[in-house]
């Protein structure tokens, strides 16, 4: 199959139209008068974390509250390991994109007296089943926006450490787009499909992270060489069980408290950090005392009313399951378990290295949302914020001259020899599935646990190595076969950097998260962020101390 080269020129280019890739773009917009390119592999109007909708705004300063108590918060749940300097800039934002995200047409649930409805110390009540509707609309109606649906980003155009653009192809037509930009937004999200998820087969993609976030714009980034950070706080969720629906809405929404088999309240137990609340739970089950679930037998029949109608905004197949078993939330407790791990920097400190601008260590190439690392807890209106702060310090990056015009060249023939005609997805699928399956027992999945050594470590690396090379041998008969192995060896260069960080961290900072059988502790000694480069094929670990308190780190 011959590929047809088409180049595009624009001054910001956005990959992934996601929360933080559209606030971003209209951020910009509001700012100057330049052009803007997102490159969005599904359809903006339905794609990203908020595709199928959110039920409330987790990420609020509450009257009384202050930037830097989120700060705070944040940098506890996390056991320190945080930057005080991206959660600060984050957190002073929140409140405004809360308001103008409003404005643009989401519904926030008012008190009588007109102020937000408040879902626990940080969150506010929302009708969000259209919120990335209202994104996709907001964006239509600018017209210094070209949005590019359905196309695979797969490569950075980096020279002597600046980029200047990226190769993409079309999922349906042979095209490979050459795109140059005079500074670029990584905003893809984070990896989901590292390992074997809690329901295999048919229903592999009932999971709580996007199933087609497959780290493409880690991976990218690693094979630039660009600096990454904290891969090793993976973030593993706790979920209503089979439905992998949320349970903050149960736990705040209610007050739901997590119990036993014997009714015993167990949380306080373990803590009540994100990863303690895990923690505790896998530990209960353990040790016999499962299930676990939250309690909401007995709530009254106005909050049974309420929790459904919310899970109809995020998550409708609990709300399926509590009117077809006919056991709502008051008549029984919701049964709750963890899932498998998963990198997100939206919930943790996970993604590239940035300084305060949201700027990698790559020229010009900029990171928002679960992308960047660094500042967990953004979820959706910190992922906002990210977005306008990377924007804006796009255009500070940008100069008046041209963006460099690069060719396709050796890409091109290089896609060409991968699509002989011969492909198969099936066989993209089972190395797929080795690859989770490897991560699961060696890596520390979902069947140890969550539990790994140094030597079952070293084990999985050796494993995805060789599976690496037979990804780098697969052929596609089209480009949606190609597009699955692009993803295939995103995911799997991503598990690589993934060992590499965990196997450097000799010790046990976030239990339920992290389990590391050979160093079960805590040790101050590691108080600090776990880095790395992709240099020469290989890992290279470099740790670095926490900036300060009241400082702001600049590369």
Request: hydrophobic share 35%; net charge neutral; glycine share 10%.
């Amino acid at each position: 199959m011959k590929l047809k080269e088409e180049p595009i020129l624009t001054d910001f280019l956005i990959v992934g139209g996601g929360t933080a890739g559209c606030y971003a773009a209209l951020a910009f917009c509001e700012r100057c008068d330049k052009s803007v390119l997102i490159a969005e592999k599904a359809n903006i109007k339905r794609s990203g974390c908020l595709a199928a909708g959110v039920n409330a705004l987790n990420a609020y300063i509450m009257p009384g509250g202050t930037p830097q108590g989120y700060v705070d918060y944040a940098r506890g749940d996390a056991e320190g390991i945080v930057r005080g300097d991206l959660l600060l800039t984050m957190s002073e934002r929140l409140n405004r994109v809360t308001r103008k995200i409003e404005g643009l047409g989401l519904t926030i649930l008012k008190n009588p007296d007109g102020s937000y409805a408040a879902r626990g110390k940080r969150n506010l009540k929302i009708n969000g089943e259209n919120i990335k509707p209202i994104l996709a609309e907001a964006i239509s109606k600018e017209p210094r926006i070209t949005v590019l649906n359905r196309v695979c980003v797969f490569e950075y155009i980096v020279r002597d450490n600046r980029i200047y653009g990226v190769y993409a192809v079309s999922i349906d037509k042979p095209i490979l787009y050459v795109i140059s930009a005079k500074a670029v937004l990584c905003a893809t999200g984070g990896a989901a499909g590292l390992y074997k998820p809690n329901n295999p087969g048919f229903s592999r993609h009932k999971m709580w992270y996007p199933p087609f976030n497959t780290g493409a714009g880690y991976a990218m980034g690693i094979r630039a060489g660009a600096e990454m950070t904290t891969l090793e706080m993976r973030f593993i969720a706790l979920r209503c069980k089979d439905t992998i629906a949320p349970t903050g809405t149960l736990a705040q929404g209610v007050g739901a408290k997590q119990v036993n088999s014997l009714g015993e309240v167990y949380e306080q137990k373990y803590g009540l950090t994100t990863s303690g609340r895990l923690h505790g739970t896998v530990s209960e089950n353990l040790e016999g005392r499962g299930p676990c679930c939250l309690r909401t037998a007995g709530i009254s029949p106005r909050q049974d009313e309420d929790l459904q109608k919310a899970y109809l905004n995020m998550a409708p197949s609990q709300t399926l399951r509590w009117i077809e078993s006919g056991n709502t939330p008051s008549m029984q407790n919701v049964e709750i378990e963890g899932t498998e791990p998963y990198i997100t920097g939206g919930h943790t400190a996970s993604g590239y290295w940035v300084n305060t601008n949201r700027e990698t260590t790559v020229r010009g190439l900029f990171a928002a949302g679960d992308a960047a690392g660094g500042c967990p807890q953004k979820y959706v209106t910190g992922a906002f914020a990210e977005g306008e702060i990377a924007a804006q310090g796009a255009l500070k990056y940008m100069d008046d001259g041209t963006p460099l015009a690069a060719s396709g060249g050796g890409v091109k023939t290089l896609l060409e020899s991968r699509l002989d005609g011969t492909g198969s997805a099936d066989e993209t699928d089972r190395l797929e599935e080795e690859m989770q399956l490897v991560m699961d027992e060696h890596a520390g999945g979902i069947s140890r646990h969550y539990r790994y050594s140094g030597e079952s470590l070293k084990t999985a690396d050796e494993k995805i190595r060789i599976l690496a090379d037979r990804a780098d041998l697969l052929k596609a008969g089209n480009m949606r076969e190609l597009v699955y192995i692009f993803e295939l060896m995103e995911r799997l260069i991503l598990c690589r950097a993934l060992i590499a960080h965990l196997a450097a961290r000799h010790e046990t900072r976030w239990r339920g998260f992290t389990e590391n059988t050979d160093y079960p502790d805590t040790n101050d000694v590691f108080l600090k962020y776990i880095n790395s480069r992709f240099v020469d094929g290989e890992f290279q670990i470099l740790f670095r101390d926490l900036v300060a308190e009241g400082e702001a780190y600049e590369h």
